[in-house]
């Protein structure tokens, strides 16, 4: 047998492999430094060489001709050269494209790409990958010869793939998986500091999760007590406004609270109607992030749009960050968001209509998902809500998808138009979505960053372009991004990973002052001027926007 050395055939597999390192290095949708490109640019160098071992066992499957003698010689150089000076040419450019997309999103620019400790890492994470693939190939081997003695040998390599593979599936989901799920879940459970590790419960005895309340203050997790907690009072609204105003009402009642998705609804609903949740002028359901975090920048600017006469109500369905929970816990979401979305609408249309809330459907990330999914369109035809307002919704949303692929032909993939703007309108740091007036009964907004890879990604990718990029780019998008099949996947998986890094106003980090327009648009409070908007945003950046900062640092909330 000939050894893949002794042939030019092994300059593929090598050439596919720096190939891929050096694409690897154009830009994406997320900014990188030296150390993630480095264990990025490893793997998908580890790949490529994969994908050319692939194709010479393909080759001498099909028992074709190998190159030798001088033929190598003419292999090693048509195929070595230029591969090293593409890969050189994006050593140097790397840089550059690191730094237009961070003058994109107003970050500093980078002063070096620390190329020697780049291409160290990357070489690191590449020989620890191929000799990973050494030893599968090991027991691979060691398997089908043991089963030659008793079947035929295409036989025994069949099987002794398939016996491979589910040990390794074994191993991966009862083993390490399982440990990984588990260490995750008591991280996170520690960090939510329930029950007995809850700091005291607050005085005001009318507050969620306080001596009145239905809801047990040691179940509410972190971030709910963060959430209940905090926000604007009475005083700082009536402060903003010149007007008298209330305090917001703001329910949540925390995964631990009680074992099943409708226990906790009904909870929810329980609490909202002994604080007269329904006897306010809006009413929110909102759905958290994966933790349960509710962010303040998206709740604080509707509670001072309305003088502090709303409630929002929300359960937490997870401890795990919402890429962990959308991979591992992927029904807890839907399934909790059907639950509470039904639970309180069926209460809200029992109400007369003339006094009961205008009522309003909101989620971020993994909480937009669930909260789409949960919004069942064919009751809300006998008796629908007045609108929601959902913010980097995650690609798999199949709600999402079929809004995007009903868009105006000449509209945008990242920025959609849908008919005459009277149901659904997308909003985004560069579009606002156009107001309060010309919508219909009901109102959609969805807000979304052309950068966010959670809303973006796309798991064809690995074979074909994106629809976005086909089409000119977002102001906070390279222009140089550019799309190679397999490598620009695995970019947009590091991206996804690395979403919420983007400063505010990029990726998946929504800005406050991006919430203020949508929530306009779709709320319509009475009596606001556009002066009222430029002062609400204003106070988003000088960051004053949440309310009476001595109630928080007491652990009160007026």
Request: hydrophobic fraction near 45%; include cysteine; charge should be neutral.
């Amino acid at each position: 047998m000939r050894v893949l050395h002794r042939t030019g055939l092994y300059v593929l597999p090598l050439c596919l492999g720096l190939l891929s390192l050096a694409a690897s290095l154009t830009p994406s949708l997320i900014p990188r430094d030296w150390l993630v490109q480095g264990v990025l640019g490893g793997t998908v160098m580890a790949l490529g060489y994969l994908i050319g071992r692939l194709f010479v066992a393909f080759w001498r499957l099909l028992d074709l001709p190998e190159p030798t003698g001088r033929a190598v010689v003419g292999a090693r150089l048509v195929g070595g050269i230029p591969t090293l000076l593409i890969l050189a040419w994006c050593l140097f450019s790397a840089r550059d494209w690191q730094n237009g997309i961070r003058v994109r999103m107003g970050m500093d620019l980078l002063e070096s790409s620390n190329t020697i400790r780049m291409l160290a890492l990357a070489f690191v994470v590449f020989a620890a990958l191929v000799l990973l693939g050494y030893a599968l190939q090991w027991l691979f081997d060691r398997v089908r010869f043991r089963l030659y003695r008793f079947m035929p040998m295409r036989t025994a390599n069949l099987a002794g793939f398939l016996v491979t593979a589910l040990a390794l599936i074994f191993l991966a989901r009862d083993g390490v998986m399982n440990q990984v799920i588990i260490a995750l879940d008591d991280s996170v459970t520690l960090a939510q500091r329930l029950f007995a590790d809850a700091p005291p419960p607050p005085d005001v005895r009318d507050l969620t999760g306080g001596a009145a309340s239905l809801v047990d203050w040691g179940a509410l997790g972190q971030p709910g007590r963060d959430y209940v907690l905090t926000g604007p009072d009475a005083e700082a609204i009536a402060a903003f406004s010149g007007r008298a105003a209330m305090t917001p009402i703001r329910v949540y009642v925390g995964r631990a609270q009680a074992d099943t998705a409708q226990q906790r609804a009904d909870i929810a609903l329980a609490e909202l109607i002994r604080q007269g949740g329904f006897e306010r002028e809006v009413l929110i359901v909102a759905m958290p992030t994966g933790t349960g975090w509710m962010d303040p920048g998206a709740m604080d600017p509707v509670e001072y749009m309305h003088g502090g006469d709303i409630a929002t109500v929300a359960v937490q369905y997870s401890y795990l960050q919402s890429p962990l929970a959308l991979i591992l816990e992927t029904r807890s979401g839907l399934d909790q968001a059907e639950r509470l979305i039904s639970t309180v609408h069926r209460h809200w249309r029992t109400l007369p209509e003339e006094t009961r809330p205008r009522l309003y459907i909101h989620g971020l990330s993994l909480g937009a998902w669930s909260s789409m999914h949960g919004t069942d369109l064919f009751v809300l035809l006998d008796d629908p809500i007045d609108g929601a307002f959902w913010v980097g919704p995650p690609f798999p949303s199949l709600r999402w998808q079929n809004v995007v692929a009903s868009r105006n032909p000449d509209s945008p993939y990242v920025a959609p138009v849908l008919g005459d703007g009277r149901l659904v309108r997308f909003a985004s740091h560069y579009k606002d979505a156009g107001g309060p007036d010309g919508w219909g009964d009901m109102r959609i907004v969805y807000l979304q960053y052309a950068s966010d890879p959670i809303v973006f990604f796309t798991t064809s990718a690995a074979f074909r372009a994106p629809q976005w990029m086909k089409e000119p780019r977002a102001p906070d998008v390279s222009p140089q991004m550019r799309f190679v099949p397999v490598v620009t996947q695995l970019q947009l998986v590091v991206d996804m990973l690395l979403a919420n890094t983007a400063p505010e106003g990029h990726g998946h980090a929504y800005h406050a002052r991006d919430y203020i327009k949508p929530w306009i648009a779709v709320t319509a409070p009475r009596d606001w001027t556009a002066q009222d908007t430029g002062r609400l945003i204003a106070l988003c950046d000088n960051g004053f926007l949440q309310g009476c900062d001595a109630a928080r640092a007491a652990g009160k909330r007026p």
